[in-house]
């Protein structure tokens, strides 16, 4: 399985769009077999999970997203893991065993570090968090 993680520094980043990279994992038989971090190409509507989906990703994890990126990520079969947080080394272990759950999303309502599209508020309220 290609999942894929939303990645500021050493952690897994709060929003899956405004993060700075993503790490790309490949885990097979329980195993990582190749991991590599990758450049966040821009945060734009859609166009995020078009980007993975043509990686081969088919699970993205992160601290947050909205219904309407939920909505794209479902679109490509892309299944999708929120209020997730912790080390990328723990996340990868805890997803490696099958411990690894999903929460309400984490999503800030702020401009979200200045990756990507910059913008001073979130697209979704908070009536768009969902739970997973």
């Not at 999942?3 to 993503?22: L, M, Q």
């Amino acid at each position: 399985m290609r999942i894929a993680i939303a990645t500021d520094g050493n952690f897994v980043s709060e929003h899956f769009g405004r993060c700075p990279f993503y790490t790309i994992v490949d885990i097979e038989e329980g195993k990582v077999i190749k991991k590599e971090v990758i450049e966040n190409p821009g945060h734009q509507p859609g166009f995020i999970p078009q980007f993975l989906h043509e990686h081969k990703v088919e699970c993205i994890i992160c601290g947050g997203m909205g219904t309407r990126a939920k909505g794209f990520f479902d679109q490509f079969g892309i299944q999708t893991l929120v209020g997730i947080s912790g080390s990328i080394d723990e996340v990868i272990e805890k997803f490696q065993n099958g411990t690894l759950k999903g929460t309400e999303s984490f999503c800030n309502h702020g401009a979200g570090k200045g990756y990507g599209r910059d913008k001073s508020t979130c697209d979704h309220s908070g009536e768009d968090k969902w739970e997973h």
